[in-house]
């Protein structure tokens, strides 16, 4: 049985889940704060981070949430996320990177340090100057959401792919701390109310972290 290490709001986590819902891979959750990270965890992921996919029969550990989804990809033949021409396969995974990286480092990043570990580890207030310029980046990037969904339908090309589920994993967690305001975004918007009532969506949904409630919208799949 598959165990995959997580908390609530970690974007990458979240798109680990949703790429084991869409495949519909049984797997059990088990929450770890990397902040509080213990030796037991540590010796299945020295560098302390999640998300990790363990299955201790099996004897396998699998940790980064890209090399998970491509494991996922390799090994199960349900409901493939990365396909198409090898061209296609270039622009999912370059979405995909796009999203892990530049969306995270522009905004869930620092949102996450700001409203959640300021609030939950170090007890300190979140910078105004930074949440402005976190929502001044997420409009420029839903511009960039606005165009690919309105010229292509989904993110990478005609059909849902693995490169939506990592924008929706960004997004979902954004949504969660700040709310988002989708004034001049309705093409992002209805792509993403669309990817929020999918089955796989639900338990990120449901999911709390303990001391930061969600904002009442958060679960509700028409918001
Ligand atoms: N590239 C990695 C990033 C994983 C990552 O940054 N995880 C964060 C939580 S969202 C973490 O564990 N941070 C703890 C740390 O860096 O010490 C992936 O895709 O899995």
Redesign the pocket.
Known sequence: MWHLYHFPL???SRKVQLSLGEKSIGYDLVTLY?WDAGEEFRRLNPA????VLHDSDKKVTLI???AICEYLEETVADRPLIIGSARARAEIRRLVALF?ESFYADITGPLLHEKMKKRLVLRQSPDSRTLRECMRLLHEHLDYIDWLVDNRRWIAGAQLTLADFSAAAQLSVVDYLDGIDWSDHESAHGWYRVIKSRPSFAPLLRQKMDGLPAPRHYADVNA
Do not use: L, N
Not at 48 to 51: I, K, L
């Open positions: 970690c974007p990458f990397p302390g981070r999640v998300p980064d949430s890209q892990d």
